[in-house]
């Protein structure tokens, strides 16, 4: 993971004037912002240049230096400049400070360029910081013009939503800006007067109320005076006023940045500890419509997206850009869920291992994944960005499987390889071709069995390997038993029949593996889709309740603003604002109703993507079943024979061949076992071997061999029948 917690750097330009006067971003700063992912408390100052905003950023900074003052404003304080610092109180965030260029610039004379910057800053910042001089009066309102713009410079909801002939939308769109503008705060510089009204003292806040008191009367110059007030009002229903004296003599303003403490009025100082406090304390976290936290990765996500509109001549819109930065997030939160599984499966497992082990293992970190997804998504529509998810995991999962199921294979291949060779050994040299050779040979034969099943971590293949080895040496166990001259034929006939039983109750250890294997794939599908519908649950209770946080915030600034006005007299507007309030409750019913749908079908997609788990688990077993069974119908086709069994020649000396895998050489099968001193002829004394060779043994237990282990009907058949022609020429 990136840097979680930013570490004090130096200011950087965030976004710059280029040359042809368009706005643009400056890539170092977006580096900066794309390791910071902790979320966001993002401070911003805006004011006519050369009032003191960069002092103020600084102190909030907890630096000196750092933004340009003095006479030096004038060439580094242009666009928007950045400064990323620790949260000072609160280590699990970061601060973001924002100094832009000073509005009403005379050298610039860009007036339309002073209203991007602040639509950019409002757009960015949870705090707004609005830096004057002097007193709050109405010039100082008619300086702040650019609030009355801000309808015009800001949407929120994608002008193509609109629904034709719904023409209160406009209207009704102006009381949902307050969902997601900034906290205001007025900080007012130099102040020299007594913060006293009709000689009563008053606070600093109740100052600025007085300030944005409205006036009765409908003609022009009444409306003119009342639409910035009126829109400060509207628009930043959570305000505060913070007045700052003057720090130090006219002579000592110059170098303010190098004055120590002591050099600056007290009363200064105690103001600007009482300001940074409740900046520090009271900024809340940056967030997005439906109250999103955002992270500085995001933050540069907004800052890109919105120049780049500005820049293409287009309007910011709150909408599109939230759906344009959840997008890239959701994206990302789909490979952080994936990397995450992938990198704690990987970690966790060293293969082979049992069943229930990957299973726990699959359970617990697809569990982490998930969590990981929904704490970074948001605005996952229909579920789409959570399917490929659980999709991506479902396909790495059988993977895995296939993989545990493979190296399974071979491990067991090789121990019994290992187990078996000094039998083999005993085989090529003759030792069961003797009389009592068959009940030696299966004291052997079941010395390895029992060797083997006590052998741990063998994993998921281990009685079907057994059991694949076993098959191969069917013809060969057969082919000393009918050797052994101390048997009777009714002693051999019960001998089969013993066989006959053993391979049956290893072929029901095989299925109870097989069914185990099974039933928690099984279990496995049905954990996950209840992980996934518990998930989504606690996403679909967050997201109610941020959007209750949102109705609630909106609903209390304009219940405080009908009392306002209703204390003033202003009875007409009041009215007007119950009946924005009451078109505000049916929104936020309307929208309840709609996220609740929206989760619903969420809920609903999560199954269908559970479905599709086991689906996709099943097409893989397919086709790696398909992929081995080609495999074999081409080894047949080179080699002509399987060498896991070994050749056997009828009295017609044709050859016929048993399942099992291609020879690596014919010498393999060329080995014959011993003639016996006395008795019966030997059965399998012909061309070829009735057992398995040393070589030809070691064939057989390679990965994948003898896949086939049962005999097909024709060398069945043909078997029996050179048994039968061998007996009669005996006779």
């Known amino acids: 993971m990136a840097n979680s917690r930013v570490q004090k750097s130096a200011p950087v330009c965030l976004i710059e004037n280029g040359e042809d006067g368009q706005l643009q971003v400056i890539p170092e700063a977006l580096d900066v912002l794309r390791h910071i992912e902790q979320p966001v408390v993002v401070v911003a100052v805006v004011g006519l240049y050369r009032t003191g905003k960069s002092y103020l950023m600084n102190k909030l900074a907890g630096q000196r230096e750092g933004f340009a003052l003095g006479s030096t404003i004038q060439s580094h304080t242009k666009g928007i400049w950045m400064w990323c610092v620790p949260h000072p109180t609160k280590p699990d965030l970061t601060l973001v400070l924002l100094d832009t260029e000073g509005l009403g610039d005379v050298e610039k004379g860009d007036q339309k360029n002073d209203c991007w910057i602040f639509a950019l800053a409002i757009l960015l910042s949870s705090t707004l910081i609005y830096n ?5 009066d109405n010039n100082a309102l008619e300086n702040l013009q650019y609030v009355t713009e801000l309808t015009d410079l800001i949407k929120v909801k994608s002008p193509g939503k609109a629904k034709p002939g719904q023409e209160e939308e406009d209207e009704e769109e102006d009381t949902q800006y307050v969902r997601f503008f900034p906290i205001f705060v007025w900080a007012v510089r130099d102040f020299t007067l007594e913060l006293k009204i009709d000689g009563r ?28 007030r009126q829109c400060i009002r509207n628009f930043f229903p959570s305000r505060r006023c913070f ?34 406090d409740h900046v520090f304390n009271q900024s809340p976290i940056k967030t997005v419509q439906g109250g999103h936290q955002v992270t500085g990765r995001m933050l540069g996500i907004l800052v890109s997206t919105y120049v780049e509109t500005i820049s293409s001549g287009s309007v910011p819109c709150l909408e599109n850009a939230v759906v344009t930065m ?10 952080e869920g994936l990397s995450l599984y992938q990198n704690g499966m990987k970690g966790a497992l060293v293969f082979p291992v049992s069943m229930d082990e990957i299973s726990h293992q699959h359970q617990h970190w697809e569990t982490l994944a998930l969590e990981a997804f929904m704490k970074r998504s948001f605005k996952d529509n229909d579920a789409q960005h959570m399917k490929v998810l659980g999709e991506k995991i479902a396909e790495h999962y059988t993977t895995l ?10 491990v067991c291949c090789a121990l019994l390889k290992d187990l078996s060779t000094p039998m083999a050994k005993k085989l090529k040299d003759g030792f069961f071709a003797k009389p009592g050779g068959y009940e030696l040979y299966c004291v052997d034969r079941d010395a390895i069995v029992a060797q083997y099943r006590a052998k741990p971590n063998k994993g998921v293949k281990a009685e079907e390997v057994l059991d694949q080895f076993l098959k191969e040496k069917d013809v060969e166990s057969n082919s000393v038993l009918q050797a052994d001259q101390k048997l009777s034929e009714n002693e051999k006939q019960i001998a089969e029949e013993q066989e006959r039983a053993f391979r049956m109750e290893q072929e029901k250890k095989v299925e109870e593996e097989k069914r185990r294997l099974v039933e928690r794939m099984h279990e496995d599908e049905e954990r996950s889709h209840q992980e996934s519908i518990r998930q989504l649950n606690l996403k679909m209770e967050l997201e109610v309740a941020r959007a209750q946080e949102e109705a609630e915030t909106a609903m209390k600034s304009k219940l405080r603003e009908q009392e306002l006005l209703m204390e003033k007299g202003f009875q007409e507007r009041a009215q007007a604002m119950q009946e924005e309030i009451q078109q505000l409750q049916v929104s936020e019913q309307e929208k309840k109703k709609q996220l609740a749908q929206t989760m619903g079908k969420t809920i609903v997609e999560g199954f269908k993507a559970i479905a599709n788990f086991k689906l996709l688990r099943k097409q893989k077993l397919a086709e790696k079943a398909e992929k081995k069974r080609l495999e074999q119908s081409g080894r047949a086709a080179e080699g002509g024979a399987y060498d896991s069994l070994p050749k056997q020649t009828n009295s017609k000396g044709k050859g016929v061949q048993s399942s099992g895998s291609p020879p690596k050489n014919n010498e393999a099968n060329s080995e014959k076992i011993p003639k016996p001193k006395q008795g019966k002829t030997n059965p399998t004394e012909q061309t070829g071997s009735g057992v398995m060779s040393g070589k030809g043994k070691e064939d057989s237990l390679r990965p994948n061999a003898g896949k086939g282990a049962s005999l097909n009907p024709a060398t069945e058949k043909a078997v029996k029948q050179q048994q039968q022609e061998e007996e009669g020429s005996a006779v």
């Open 401 to 410: 499987l296939m993989e545990n199921e493979d190296i399974s294979e071979k």
């Open 326 to 335: 959840a997008q890239i997030e959701n994206q990302a939160a789909v490979q």
């Open 132 to 136: 004057s001089k002097g007193t709050i």
């Open 243 to 276: 007045v700052f004296g003057t720090p130090a003599s006219p002579d000592d303003m110059i170098r303010l940045e190098t004055l120590q403490e002591s050099q600056l009025s007290s009363s200064f100082l105690a103001t600007t500890k009482h300001f940074c």
């Open 201 to 228: 003292s008053v606070s600093e806040d109740q100052y600025l109320e007085h300030a944005l008191s409205l006036k009765k009367g409908s003609n022009k110059k009444v409306s003119d005076y009342n639409l910035p």
